[in-house]
């Protein structure tokens, strides 16, 4: 008989340094945590724990820098990349990123994010998209899906009233000062593992100072879609993925060479693991 | 240093550069714009931070994050510009983070127009954005007392971690006047323990007004309280001409100031005892001087670009005196019209003679 002592532990799988050791307010099978745990790994990855700052939008992810073992702030509703702006203009050497909501990013706050993006502000935006306004219980959001009942679209989204949910990845794209502009999904892991790679690069972008990087992460909530964490999954993959296609709508060259640079590295660091 | 000629939103910018201005953030608005435009200039041959904002909104909301990454930043704009930017005013108040806005008045409501005017009183000093804050409100006279306030402004923004707001009028924006700017002042080598730099070497920083709990949100406004407290305790500014031995005093800020001394002087020369009490400060506002005062003079008469808003604050402060009935008049012209020495003078006279016929103390008017 083997009796097992610390010695023979080994550590497959701990909490980033980057991340702080609490709970969240998040609901059963929200992705904000899964969000937020991506980046924490990042931000470890990169060794930018240090110099990084995080700028906090209004919604449920609003105590997201208390979530984060990095020096933080909270916007006003919408201005989360105008005030990135200010910290990032103030101090070029950190990383400054937001982590916003639909509602935050793409209705009250659209004008500073198109603007930060044409400007090729440095800054990085993670952008979860949960066709919902999560925090206030539920209510139409500018990329609510056509159709989709709510709790202020009881009937479903009519285009004739409230027009079409934005594409905010493609309208990103299209903008000079945008270097980075993907859209991921968070539903299941081999996604996720898609959703990482990307948000690295993203961060990579404002570290190689080539514009303004956004990651668009199709997310889940369960409690304001009335959904188990589990149908919440198969409702991005069903009806959220066929309305926003997963995609790179705008990776600038010299992003792209250093991916292929990062690729091969990174190929080394598995073959030597 | 010697004087040279200046514009006022010149020199204001010039002064802030000088007192050590890291960023500028700002849209453009009558009557304000050259401020805007030097600084577009200079920020930038200094290698310091000049960006021409998306909007007031933006703006202030830039201001917000280069403030909580502690340097000194500074914005400007005209009233429709403020009331864009109550929403980040707030924030920044909430989060006690150190700006300087300026705001050159315009005329109001509403789009108005780009006439010299001091409409926004109320909201600069009381309604300067949601929630229980008021900031520090400089009021300038002159283009040099415009650059002297501007360095103070940064000052006390930084020692008070709160907003400072210098307001002028189109008036002082757009004239020119003979006055000397400061030498430049060295920026700081490091940045304050609280401002966001990366956590190295220490905890991490949180710069936010959120706060959940009733109870924490009580006593962040209490602590927000105290700070004011503390300011009116010390940094009430005024100016007293002629007031020794004044049966009528004049009380005005900013251009209606220049007005009422022009008044004075004629009036003066009439040997008639009027004199001008000019608040520097509007918040906190000088209330316990101008309560000495009541019991000195017979009368007093508010002059303002306005409908009538520092006048409350007169009547605030001297009105509880118990057993005292002292006038308080206003005259005041809105919609960006100057009001003319000539009718100031007009006022007070008609005012004085009324008061020759009468026995008794006049009841206070309006």
Redesign the interface.
Known sequence: MVTLTAEHEEVVYERPISLTDVDTIYCPGCTHGTAHRLVGEVIDELGI?????L??PVGCS??A?DY?????????HG?AT??????????PD?IVFTHQGDGDLASIGI??TL?AAARGEKITVIFINNAVYGMTGGQMAPTSLIGQKTTSSPFGRDVKLTGYPIRMAELLAGLPGTAYSVRRSLHDARHIIQAKKAIRIAFEAQIEGLGFSIVELLSSCPTNWGMTPAEAMDWIRDHMIPYYPLGDYKVVEELKRKIRRVGESLANTQIKS | MSEQLLKGNVAIAEAAIRAGC??Y?GYPITPQTELLEHMSKRMVELGR?F?Q???E???I???????????R?MTSTSGPGISLMQ??LS?IAG?EVPAVIVDVMRGGPGLGNIQPSQGDYNQVTKTTGHGDFHPLVLAPATIQEAIDLVGLAFDLAEKYRTIVFIVADGAIGQMMEPAELPPMRPLPDKRPSWA??????RE???????YLGAENLEHLNQKLQAKLKIIQANEVRFEEQFLEDAEVALVAFGTAARVAETAIQDLRRDGLRVGLFRPISLWPFPEKRLAQLARKVKAFFVVEMNSGQMVHDVREAVGPIVGLQVPIMFFGRMGGVIPLPEEVEGEIRTWLTHKMGMEETLPLED
């Open positions: 724990q240090e110099r990084t700052i700028v906090a609003s105590f820098y984060f073992n990095v020096d933080g702030c909270g916007a006003a201005r105008a005030m990135a702006t200010g910290i990032k203009r103030a101090n950190n004008a500073e603007h | 890291e960023a953030f931070v960006l904002a998306e909007s909104v933006a703006a909301n830039m201001v917000y994050g280069a403030a909580a990454a502690g340097i930043v929403e980040g924030y989060s966001l730099t990366g956590a190295k070497g991490k920083n949180l710069i936010t007004s959120l």
